[in-house]
């Protein structure tokens, strides 16, 4: 939760009785700012209206400032039942008074608007927004914002318009990486469930690890192949971790690290094929590559609890799995980790998000056997390690980027850059492993022996309703299923009404219908699995499912015939998962 008034220059909200109305204003440095209309609100709230885009059904809107509640009320007045208001009100101070002003029952007890007050409601505007938007309602979204909120609350105002931005910018991404790797995603999520099963605890290991040792992020940049046998000197005096793809050229060195990330659904799996590294303990996620991730003999601790049909049982029994931020790469994933744990020291190797020497990976990767060519990269450039710049890529810059933000965050943590060549990591200290070291690695530990203190996610108990909660999976798909077959024959009504021009009340609840049992689909737990197994086809099929034109007739068609044929794919996803799941025994 943010502060509830960031804004510097403190200010009140008053009421101003002009020829029998109150009017609502803020009083700031010295300056009034009206909240209402001195003239005919009723006339400007119509022209107001008018200059919105047409309006649909199942719009979303987000609106930024309460005020005296003439907007909402407006737009209440005006949409359609359908309709979703999500309202952002920044100031606490100005929302007490419009309540203690007026009367705002109409709006606060009509189930199409939303309201969330800074400081004072007990979940995040940006939080919230996560809930309210999908993929499906960013194309005819419509934002908004109260007038002369801006000068304000100006800060409070920007950060709405950013959550908004960076809301879409995600979902929009979020759906782009489910469309490349998605069906991996759900097949490894279903393969990952008895590695779950035996997997340990996050957070015990987070009790049990010494956090006065430096954590050592070690990365598969050309960097690595100068400093490597260094890390044997720093083996049980500071807690190695390895990303997947460096762990192929540590094995060749004979260096044994104390943990391996691996997030990637897609990833090689000939990272991790030595059979030394399979004894080792792993950081994961349900969606990691399933090949790596089972036949590991070491501990295995998952993260990032977003799976929702996962999320259900876990919350039913009290089990929690972490969620950590990303920038994109292992590394970046590894580094959250480690500040999440309370590491004073961090430290980076390999980590050159660059081509150093013209390379993309250390000796020994499964990377440094590809072809590569410099002349074949694009030309990015970014401040080097040792000065001048230094030929990077738009996907390194976007992992380097987090990293200088996640540092800037951490204060509290010193954070050194080890890798010796690459990439300049702003915030980070330039030194050498040898310097690391000998300064910092001063106190002996045993990995084994913590690993082995750790307590398991799941009690025996547990496990056992985990693999019953599983096997209830393909019965609760084909229930859905029959849900999308009802919702398909109220769209075929749909058309056939509109075929014979007959009343419009009728239609209107066959997609109100409709659209609740799509609607239940979209957020069912279980759902998740064929969402993440169909993506590329529900996407494109879901592609102007609300598209509106001024032919009402011809969108009320286009929703029907549309919609029938997203639900129709959902239901021939589901029979491809279910012959998935019958194949590995679920």
């Known amino acids: ?104 029952s109409e709006i606060l007890q009509d189930g199409r608007v939303e309201i969330v007050v800074e400081g004072v409601s007990d979940i995040a505007f940006e939080d919230r927004l996560y809930e309210f938007l999908t993929y499906h309602d960013i194309k005819n979204c419509i934002i908004q914002a109260y007038p002369n909120y801006d000068r304000i609350v100006s800060e409070q105002v920007k950060y709405f318009d950013e959550q908004v ?29 008895i590695p779950l ?8 290991l987070q009790k049990e690890l010494p956090l006065d040792v430096p954590a050592i992020i070690i990365s598969s940049g050309p960097s690595l192949n100068k400093n490597i046998e260094e890390l044997k000197r720093a083996k049980g005096r500071a807690f190695l971790v390895a990303v997947d793809s460096a762990v192929p050229a540590l094995m060749k060195h004979d260096v044994i690290p104390d943990i391996i990330v691996t997030v990637d659904s897609n990833k090689n799996t000939k990272h991790i094929d030595d ?82 020497d013209n390379l993309a ?44 933000e996640e540092i800037a965050q951490h204060p509290e943590i010193s954070f050194y850059n080890a890798t010796e060549g690459g990439a300049l990591i702003r915030g980070a200290q330039n030194i050498s492993l040898r310097e690391v070291i000998g300064q910092l690695c001063l106190k002996d ?3 084994d022996e913590i690993v082995d203190r750790t307590q398991p996610l799941y009690d025996d108990e547990q496990k056992k309703q985990l693999a019953e909660y599983m096997k209830q999976l393909p019965e609760r798909l084909e229930k859905d299923k029959q849900d999308a077959t009802r919702a398909i024959r109220d769209y075929e009504k749909i058309c056939q009404i509109l075929l014979q021009k007959n009343s419009y009340g009728q239609i209107r609840k066959l997609l ?36 509106q034109t001024e032919d009402v007739r011809k969108d009320i068609l286009n929703t029907a015939q549309r919609g029938k044929d997203y639900l129709e794919a959902i239901r021939e996803t589901v029979d491809e998962l279910a012959d998935f799941m019958k194949m590995i025994a679920i």
């Open 361 to 404: 990976y250390a000796a020994g990767t499964v990377g440094s056997q590809r072809a590569f060519r410099i002349e074949d990269q694009e030309e990015k450039y970014v401040d080097g390690y040792y000065g001048g710049k230094v030929r990077s890529s738009s996907e390194f810059i976007l992992y380097l980027d987090w990293f200088v």
């Open 165 to 193: 931005q960076l809301a879409i910018m995600k979902i929009r991404a979020t759906q782009n990486v489910l469309a490349r790797y998605g069906m991996k995603d759900a097949k490894n999520s279903l393969c990952n469930r």
């Open 445 to 447: 530990f045993n990995i």
């Open 275 to 356: 059979p030394r590294a399979v004894e080792v303990a792993m950081i994961c996620c349900l969606e990691s590559q399933c090949a790596l991730v089972a036949p590991q003999k070491g501990a295995v601790f998952f993260m990032n609890d977003q799976n929702p049909y996962i999320a259900e049982f876990n919350r039913r029994n009290h089990v929690f799995l972490p969620n950590f931020s990303t920038g994109g790469s292992v590394a970046n994933s590894a580094c959250a980790v480690l500040t999440a744990f309370g590491f004073k020291n961090i430290v980076f190797v390999g980590q050159d998000l660059a081509y150093t």
């Open 512 to 547: 109100d219908s409709a659209s609740v049992i799509t609607k239940r689909l979209e957020t069912a737990p279980e759902m998740y699995y064929v969402f993440c197994y169909g993506q590329q086809r529900l996407q494109d099929l879901s592609e102007g499912l609300n598209d």
């Open 197 to 204: 099963m035996r997997s340990k605890s996050m957070i015990s």
């Open 1 to 104: 939760m943010r502060d509830a008034e960031t804004d510097t220059i403190e200010y009140t909200c008053e009421v101003a009785e002009v020829e029998g109305r109150d009017i609502l204003y803020v009083c700031k440095n010295g300056k009034n700012f009206q909240l209402d209309t001195l003239y005919d609100q009723d006339a400007m709230m119509d022209l107001w209206y008018q200059s919105l885009p047409d309006m649909g059904y199942q719009n979303k809107i987000l609106f930024c400032g309460f005020g005296n509640g003439m907007y909402i009320r407006k737009l209440l007045a005006e949409v359609d039942e359908s309709v979703r208001i999500l309202v952002y009100e920044p100031s606490a101070i100005i929302y007490e008074k419009s309540m203690e002003v007026y009367d705002h």
